[in-house]
């Protein structure tokens, strides 16, 4: 059954951040092709970076959209992923060098609400959905495309949610955008990264879906298959270091494995 038509598609652009400088003060700065979902943590990552002397930039966009744009040729130097399915695309298209492929970071999925929303801990097959949502809407990202609805559906086909909640989906263009409808009251409920609450003063957890109700979350990175700019391996060390790693935890990320 496909999702109503009625849904609402919030579309993010590729947004690139980072520090502006003088033409030709220094190389061209690292440029990370990173799923939107990473942008408050990495920004603080690419900042302690810097402070170490690297130069290095973020693009931010849903991840299927990251991968069409270094298909097309963007000039990218690494690629963090929202989950290894995507990155597995980028290796078979040779987009990236699988050899420097790893596990960066890993999350749980979640269930956030509106502000007052009853905490319950793990989501189970008796959790009340219906009442929470009360006629109203939940949002996710879309399953067929994106990897936070891809596991959004999974848990909610093996807690036997999905064909109740299906007509009442509301479709979003990333998990932090779908977290967006529940801060401006035009969803009850969405469907999202634990991260994604991060620093949000609206939205409250509702609960944290089992951890065997979908595939493991987990997030790869790799360097492009020709990064243009020479200090690209230097810059992915850094991501996967200690320091990014004591940063990346205090945003709700967990390590790999």
């Not at 980072?18 to 690292?30: E, F, L, R």
């Not at 069409?68 to 298209?93: K, N, S, Y």
């Not at 009442?131 to 994106?146: F, K, S, T």
Request: with cysteine; proline share 9%.
């Amino acid at each position: 059954m496909a999702l109503s038509r009625r849904s609402l598609l919030y579309c993010l652009p590729l947004v690139l951040a980072g520090p502006a400088g003088p033409a030709g003060a220094q190389p061209a700065p690292v440029q990370i092709y990173a799923a939107m979902t990473f942008r408050p943590a990495l920004e603080r990552v690419l900042a302690a970076y810097r402070e170490t002397g690297g130069n290095a930039v973020a693009v931010y966009g849903p991840t299927p959209v990251l991968i069409r744009q270094l298909a097309g040729g963007a000039p990218a130097d690494i690629l963090l992923t929202a989950d290894p399915d995507w990155m597995d695309a980028a290796v078979r298209q040779a987009l990236v060098q699988p050899d420097t492929r790893a596990e960066l970071l890993a999350n749980d999925l979640v269930l956030a609400g509106a502000a007052g929303a009853e905490a319950v801990g793990t989501i189970t097959r008796t959790f009340a959905l219906d009442a929470l949502l009360n006629g109203g809407r939940l949002a996710m990202c879309d399953p067929e495309h994106d990897p936070a609805g891809k596991y959004a559906r999974q848990s909610l086909q093996a807690l036997g949610f999905w064909d109740a909640v299906q007509p009442h989906v509301a479709i979003a263009e990333s998990a932090p955008a779908a977290v967006v409808l529940v801060d401006r009251g035009e969803a009850r409920a969405a469907v999202c990264f634990k991260t994604d609450l991060h620093g949000d003063e609206h939205a409250v957890l509702v609960g944290t879906f089992p951890a065997d109700s979908h595939a493991p979350i987990v997030y790869p990175v790799a360097l492009a298959r020709a990064p243009r700019s020479p200090g690209a391996t230097e810059a992915l060390a850094f991501l996967r270091g200690a320091e990014a790693l004591r940063i990346f935890t205090g945003f709700g990320y967990r390590p790999p494995g």
